[in-house]
């Protein structure tokens, strides 16, 4: 159980256009759902915090209108980086956490590498 | 602001070599420690969570305990497929389940 998928893995694309990655919890609804971007050989930083049919709540330093978040229902969840430039390549990793539980344990999809060139 | 330190950054073990892991925090009301492992170019894989002083859990080959500033995560007689980056995270009394995590230790097991 917990299973939470991304899509795609891997993206290259050109500077000046935008991606889309969604986030799924395939065995579970997600009330809420977090994204995540790493740099190599570094930690987790949460970019944003996303509920579903409300607005995301954003970090700190984290452009609002160039990482839109979308979270349409309570097993889909999408990140759209908007324009990318070369210093947006990372490792992009959304987590859920299952509703109406008492836990608070998330649970991560397998991460989308993204190379902009 | 919520803060977690693991050390140390990378541990090599022969295999058979027990050891343990740290990971201390700084958080206003803890809700909960995680401890997830992440294999490269993956996403964290979740282990544990603990939610008070004095909690164990065990998984196979781990062992986590927490007290009231630290958590340990024992690793006994470690296989070369336990070799991986083994993250910490808490969630303080902020709203929204927000974790924060350390930069993780890198753990390699050699046959």
């Known amino acids: 159980g917990a299973v939470v998928s991304q899509h795609p893995s891997r993206v290259i694309c050109k500077s000046g256009t935008s991606v889309k990655i969604e986030c799924r919890s395939l065995d579970f609804q997600a009330t809420t759902m977090f994204w995540y971007r790493q740099f190599p050989k570094q930690s987790l930083m949460l970019m944003a915090t996303?509920?579903?049919?409300?607005?995301?709540?954003?970090e700190q330093g984290v452009e609002k209108d160039k990482f839109l978040i979308n979270h349409a229902s309570l097993t889909l969840s999408t990140l759209t980086v908007t324009s990318a430039h070369p210093e947006d390549s990372s490792f992009y990793i959304c987590?859920?956490?299952?509703?109406?539980?008492?836990?608070?344990?998330?649970?991560f999809g397998p991460g989308t590498r993204l190379t902009v060139l | 602001e919520d803060q977690v330190t693991q050390s140390p950054e990378a541990l090599r073990l022969q295999e058979g070599e027990s050891s343990s892991l740290n990971c201390s925090y700084t958080v206003s009301g803890l809700r909960g420690l995680f401890w997830y492992r992440q294999d490269p170019g993956k996403g964290p894989e979740f282990l544990f969570t603990?939610?008070?002083a004095g909690e164990e859990k065990e998984k196979e080959r781990l062992k986590a305990t927490l007290t009231k500033k630290e958590s340990f995560l024992h690793i006994t007689a470690p296989k070369p497929e336990d070799s991986a980056t083994y993250l910490c995270a808490v969630r303080g009394g902020g709203s929204n389940y927000k974790l924060t995590f350390g930069k993780g230790t890198l753990l390699t097991v050699n046959p």
């Open positions: 603990l939610y008070s």
């Open positions: 987590s859920a956490r299952e509703g109406g539980r008492s836990t608070d344990t998330q649970y």
């Open positions: 996303s509920n579903e049919g409300s607005k995301a709540t954003y």
